[in-house]
């Protein structure tokens, strides 16, 4: 009995405390800023909510309250939920005061593990500006020196005999495993040539696991204590990227790749750090591809008339060398077109929408570096220095006032239909929102969508066990698309009338996708 009144004394002091900690962030709220909402749990609510339901946890705030901007308390540091689009254009317009650059160092730090006495080179010294702002800097005139076509080509080559690898399997197999391997052999083949480090399934592998148990290293719950399969395996590709990097293989590697390890090189940083830091950046590079490439996969194959439309659509961005595919002699040769792609192929761009209008789960972060007012040319709130700024994709892409009355409903033809579309300019928030845009947001559509119009046109998709049963989305993890939770098995038939040499030709140069962005 005493043991058990010992328990309960304990457990109401720490509930006390955080309880008085999260009153001080309330108390401590001035006015002149949005409202504050506190959690079930004092203090560490709003955070253990962020771990268990991802950024789906401010939608379940927004259901309840519906404020237009809000303030929490996360831990030790106040944020700023802010929902109104009124709202977020301001935040825009006051992006010198609403920086998002911090989240770029605290990342790449927590991420890449990097020793604290290098630390230091993110932050702007003697006029010149922090690594992390020069990498950016790097990746972007990198981008501007090729077009976009030319950066995925060599990816949309390599897709090819990857597919075929995987679909030649005469057993079922797992669909979003097979896309993911489909999608890291060829980008990495791609962007770090002939000697590309995660040839070796072992390091493929290693570097799924750290993504997909990366994300406690976010968090400041003891993380060396939690995340022991994500330090080994970030173990695995830093070193195997350092014996990348150590042979000169980043000189073979596309001009991207250069570009990074140059910036970083001239910070004085060594091949072992540099490994570091390119770890988080493969981030970038892969975790997104993967489930968007997936969701919109498994809408298509989970309504057989949008299939058959598709199938359709694409057939006319393809140039068939004769024979036709109907001969039953030698085999045809197809070539995709990429330019014909973005030209006549509006309903799978549509279906990619919607797509990442359904499983988009983050938050657009900035960091008030000095007290700012918003406003939404009614109401005004000051933002204090030092807190964060979050505004949830989740909250705008479920919200009726910007989608419609059928918001909640997957419509694949909604963006082919102009008055079907967004009502607000920033309501499409998947690739971010200005001026932080992401800037490979065309390299990827491009590899998402013709490496789905093959693969469709290509090979029926048979589920083991029908109907197919898509597996629900993973939203605890810290991903922009959060990948499904399991997997399904299917079966690669190829299609008798498209059987032969695939490639893919860029054709008319200079056209991009029409994407939807905030």
Known sequence: MADISLLVLLLSVVFGALYIASMYIAVNTDPREPPFVSAKIPFVGHAYGLLKYGQSHWKQIDAKYHLPIYTVGLLRRKAYIVTSLDLVNSVHKNYATLDF?????????????????????????????????????????ALKQSDADDLSVPILKEIVPVMEAVTSQTGPCKLHASLRHMVTLSSSIAFYGPQNPLNSREVEDAFWVFEENGSILLTDFLPSLKAGRALRARQTVAAALTKYYKEGGHLSGSALTRARYESAASYGLGDEDIAQIEVPFMFALLNNVVPAAFWTLSEILTDASLLHALRSEVVAAIHQDSPSPSSSSSPAHHTLSLALLKRRCPLLLSTYHEALRHRTSFSSARFVTADTTISDGTHAYLLKAGALVQIPTDVVHAAPQHWGPDAAATDTRRFTDPARRKTHPLAFRSFGGAPFICPGRQIATTQILALLAMLITRYDLEPVQAPLRIPLQNLSMFASVPPPKGDVEVLFREREEWKGAWDFEVGERGLQWMLESG
């Open 101 to 141: 650059t911090p989240f770029v160092k605290t990342t790449a730090q927590k991420l890449s593990g990097l020793q604290p006495e290098h630390l230091k080179l993110f932050d702007k010294h003697d006029g010149r500006e922090g690594l992390s702002e020069a990498t950016i800097t790097g990746i972007e005139a």
